[in-house]
């Protein structure tokens, strides 16, 4: 940087602004060529996103931090206001979910007898890895979280992740101590679901703004609203199961799902480290697991 | 010999905070705030400071720094990598371009070109990720943050200017 004063006039001499020019189209166009190379080549792409996520992952976790402790605040403060209120609904709920746990339990205990019955083999058990929400960018056109955990923390592409409601997304991108989660509303979400009560299994595709919708569903399959979506475990990665949501409207748009999940809500999420990357064997019976890598 | 070391240290600090300062706004940009609703109207930051310094200190912030701050945007927010860094490259060429034009113009003129330029930016992002994922996107969300990005920038380009005055006097 040359000290003697730039007047606007400089700018437009020939011959630095010949270079400068030249530069700049150069950078539009590399711009754009980074553009079709991530069409072209996402896995290359792919990891230097994960680079660079890594490297801002401590400034992100340490500069979302205040907003959470205030956010928290406000709703500590929200709470105390409603205090008798939100504990009458307690206590009414709690009785409900009471009668709801007797219920299960007997549930259980039928499901337990009826695989034995049918010499059914159980799926392999799920481990959890906490994250938390350190980057939201809900963008008008992505939607996807950056969370603080990584590949050291045994986060793999392709996993399911969940909140306290139920399923938040898939994961897209790995780093070191970072990865990327797109949510189900993206555009380019794609869930294998099924839908409960018919077990007709489907596609949910995201929509960005508008909720959810199921793609190729069997012809003559009927769902009412009300029916509950939770995914079917094809493909291997997710876990069977998890809920996603509950159908709203069927009709010439399609049938739209509602997710259980409050999207802006989330701080801390659950990465569901299930099947080691391979689809689970049903034909085996056997219940071997092997160690993650 | 030492005094001018410290001196151009400290010329090099001044000069390298346009460039850290949008990078701050980007990471601003992209904290979860837990506000329903409200991460789609997160004014455009980075747009603002591209706009600010390419009118006035267009020097400190040369061309490959704002293709690094549209990468880095694109990295961040999940975007496809080179959308905002193509977006961002063409409003600093037509500002800088335009700067004669810019020249002792009142603070509303820039406000207005302001809206004028974060609208092309807009269509622009809009174009480029309907054709990245080749389906024709819904861009009524995206007047909302059109919207809140003219918004907001009279009070960031206050912000910018306090620390143009307080950091960057030299001519």
């Known amino acids: 940087m040359q000290e003697h004063p730039r007047s606007i006039y400089r700018i437009v001499a020939p011959a630095k602004g010949f270079v400068h020019r030249f530069l700049y189209m150069g950078l539009v166009l590399a711009a754009l060529g980074l553009m079709l190379l991530s069409k072209a080549d996402a ?91 350190i980057g939201d960018a809900e963008r008008v056109f992505v939607k996807s979280l950056l969370l603080n955990t990584g590949s050291i923390e045994g986060v793999r592409k392709g996993q399911a992740v969940i909140s306290g409601d139920g399923l938040v997304g898939r994961v897209v991108d790995v780093g070191a101590r970072s990865s990327r989660v797109l949510l189900l509303q993206d555009i380019n979400s794609r869930i294998p679901v099924v839908v409960a009560s018919t077990r007709a299994r489907a596609i949910l595709a995201g929509k960005n703004r508008q909720p959810p919708h199921l793609l190729r569903l069997p012809a003559g399959t009927v769902i009412t609203p ?61 219940t071997d697991r092997k160690p993650t890598q | 010999m030492k005094p001018a070391f410290w001196h151009k240290l400290d010329l090099w600090a001044r000069w390298s905070t346009p460039f850290g300062l949008t990078v701050v706004l980007l990471i601003v940009g992209v904290i979860p705030l837990h506000v329903p ?79 004028l330029v974060a609208s092309g930016a807009s269509a622009a992002n809009w174009l480029l990720v309907s054709l990245w994922n080749a389906t024709m996107l819904m861009p009524h969300t995206l007047f909302f943050q059109f919207l809140t990005t003219v918004g907001l920038y009279p009070v960031l380009a206050w912000i910018l200017m306090r620390w143009q005055h307080t950091f960057l006097r030299e001519e």
């Open chain 1, 226 to 286: 009300g029916d509950l979506v939770t995914t079917s475990g094809h493909g291997g990665a997710f876990p069977p199961g998890l809920s996603v949501g509950r159908v709203i409207s069927v009709g010439k748009a399609g049938v739209i799902v509602q997710p259980y999940v409050k999207f802006d809500h989330l701080e801390y999420v659950r990465v569901v480290d299930f099947s080691l990357g391979k689809a689970p064997q049903r034909s085996t019976g056997k």
């Open chain 1, 43 to 133: 896995v290359l792409m792919e990891r230097v996103r994960a680079q660079v996520a890594d490297a801002f992952t401590p400034i992100l976790d340490a500069a979302s931090r205040p907003m959470a402790t205030v956010l928290n605040f406000v709703d500590e403060i929200h709470a105390l206001a409603a205090v008798r209120e939100a504990n009458e609904k307690l206590l009414i709920e709690n009785t409900r979910l009471l009668q709801w746990q007797a219920v299960a339990r007997k549930l259980e205990a039928e499901n337990a007898s009826l695989r034995g019955l049918l010499k059914f083999s159980p799926e392999p058990s799920a481990k959890f890895i906490t994250a938390r929400v």
């Open chain 2, 37 to 115: 609703g409200f991460g789609v109207v997160v004014p455009w930051l980075p747009l603002m400071a591209v706009y600010h310094w390419a009118i006035y200190r267009p020097e400190l912030l040369p061309a490959y720094a704002v293709f690094i701050i549209g990468v880095l945007e694109d990295i961040l927010s999940g975007l496809p990598i080179g959308v905002n860094a193509v977006i961002f490259l063409l409003i600093y060429g037509g500002v800088l371009s335009q700067r004669r034009f810019f020249v002792g113009k009142s603070f509303n003129i820039l406000w207005l070109c302001f809206a």
